[in-house]
């Protein structure tokens, strides 16, 4: 099944909707309506239905899943009466495919590991990534859905896209093995690690980790497909579209560390939460910065991932400019360098 989430405008202002989208008929199903119609088929009035299928769909779909088995169960239950909550796929707004708690982001794909180290430090790639499959977080506040508009901050030259695949959580863990880790996950989606390649080279020093080079946006989406649908994600294809034009061909290889091992590293010491997002890391060529191409504002970014879709994003026209930002203060220890 493929899930994700659209934007519904009511007269209390948007809300958001759990679908399921089946692209081959060009539909969306809205399952908290279709779940509703399935109970008044079974004698339940029109109020109390709506009332349950709300409950059971609300638009948060880290809360959905956070049902577990019956989630999916129910979803199937409220597809009996899809023809009835159906919705034209390219007619509905989309938001980011689901609202995750916490976001984490990998460095797992031994090609662009290399490419990155070589295009921006300019050297071999540092011991360290070798030896733990390392992960940063990311902000919650900036999530962005599929034709969303992604904001060009004013601090950059350099914004650059990055194909990932997103693994959704579905069930909590802790201290996880690799053998254990994959029951955990729920589906996967596309997940573009939006990045300030120039702002990210100044944050890096600073020993923090990605700051305003990361947090300005990530997108998800354009749903999320369940792990039943996916025989295997080593071998996935992958391609990138700037405006129309073919800038890379991706594939899911050449792993450092498997997603079951990301996975289970990010569960140790700490916990999984049902619909948290752990990106797997950039494929190989799956990001600018590898071919040395950069987005300028207007651009439309497309990310395509085999089992998913297609995960579309205009860049903004014109760059935000903050209404305050910091003045550098004086090095202190500029006399002990002479």
Same mark, same amino acid.
């Given at each position: !099944? ?22 081959? *008929? ?42 577990? /088995? ?28 689901? /609202? ?7 460095? *797992? ?72 880790? !994959? ?24 020993? !923090? ?5 990361? /947090? ?59 619909? /948290?997002?752990?990106?797997?890391? *950039? !494929? ?55």
């Amino acid at each position: !099944m493929k899930l994700g989430r659209i934007a519904v405008a009511t007269p209390d202002g948007e809300q958001l909707r759990v679908v399921a989208a089946e692209p081959e *008929t060009d539909r969306v199903i809205d399952l908290a309506r279709a779940y509703s119609l399935a109970l008044q088929k079974k004698g339940a009035t029109a109020e109390r239905a709506s009332e349950i299928g709300r409950s059971v769909f609300p638009g948060s779909l880290s809360r959905g899943i956070s049902a577990g /088995d019956a989630f999916l169960d129910l979803a199937h239950t409220a597809l009996s009466a899809a023809d009835d909550a159906s919705l034209p796929l390219g007619e509905v707004e989309w938001r980011a495919a689901v /609202d995750p708690p916490v976001i984490r982001d990998g460095l *797992t794909f031994g090609t662009h590991i290399e490419n990155y180290f070589k295009n921006v430090a300019k050297t071999k790639p540092v011991r360290a990534v070798y030896e733990r499959p390392g992960f940063f977080k990311g902000s919650t506040a900036t999530v962005y859905g599929n034709n969303q508009v992604i904001p060009y901050p004013n601090i950059s030259e350099k914004l650059d896209y990055e194909l990932e695949i997103g693994y959704i959580v579905g069930k909590p863990g802790r201290n996880l093995t690799p053998e254990e880790s !994959m029951k955990h996950v729920f589906g996967i989606t596309i997940f573009n690690d939006w990045s300030l390649r120039d702002v990210q080279a100044l944050e890096g020093p600073i020993g !923090m980790g990605a700051q305003h080079s990361k /947090d300005f946006a990530y997108s998800i989406g354009p749903w999320i497909t369940t792990m039943d649908e996916i025989s295997s994600i080593e071998g996935l294809k992958g391609q990138v579209r700037v405006n129309g034009e073919v800038w890379s061909d991706t594939r899911v290889e050449n792993f450092v560390y498997t997603p079951a091992e990301l996975v289970a590293y990010v569960s140790i010491f700490d916990g999984l939460q049902p619909g /948290d997002l752990i990106g797997s890391g *950039t !494929m190989g060529f799956g990001a600018g910065v590898e071919l040395n191409r950069f987005l300028q504002p207007g651009d439309v970014v497309e990310l395509d991932l085999e089992g998913v879709g297609t995960l579309r994003n205009p860049v903004a026209e014109e760059k935000e400019t903050p209404p305050w930002w910091p003045a550098p203060r004086p090095y202190p220890f500029d006399d002990e360098d002479n």
